[in-house]
Nanobody, 119 residues
Framework: QVTLQESGPGLVKPSQTFSLTCTVS??????????WSWVRQPPGKGLEWVGA???????YYSRSLESRTAISRNTSKNEFTLQLNSVTPEDTAIYYC???????????WGQGSQVTVSE
């Protein structure tokens, strides 16, 4: 069974940077049949894809967020991290990490981590 667990700051002030880490168990983030993604859901809105990192470490970002986003990984800890810079209240959302198969199936998700941007 694959499990993903997000951990993050909860509350962040505008203009600051936050990081969220997704710790994976039951699979390796270097497995070549899957990649690892971040998705968020602002209050009252649908899911928004943020970005992803492949088994080889290549990254992809949403065009609307790429100037403020970085995804990295720590293979020794089997975890990957989302960093979002210069945040505004519009970045308030539940942030999810997920595993994505080679068929683009989001088959395993974390439980989500609430990030609120507020003074």
């Amino acid at each position: 069974q694959v499990t993903l667990q997000e951990s993050g700051p909860g509350l962040v002030k505008p203009s600051q940077t936050f990081s969220l880490t997704c710790t994976v168990s039951g699979d390796s983030i270097t497995s070549d049949y899957s990649y690892w993604s971040w998705v968020r859901q602002p209050p009252g809105k649908g899911l928004e894809w943020v970005g992803a990192i492949t088994h080889s470490g290549r990254t992809y970002y949403s065009r609307s967020l790429e100037s403020r986003t970085a995804i990295s990984r720590n293979t020794s800890k089997n975890e990957f991290t989302l960093q979002l810079n210069s945040v505004t209240p519009e970045d308030t959302a539940i942030y999810y990490c997920a595993r994505v198969t080679s068929d683009s199936d989001y088959d395993f998700w974390g439980q989500g981590s609430q990030v609120t941007v507020s003074e």
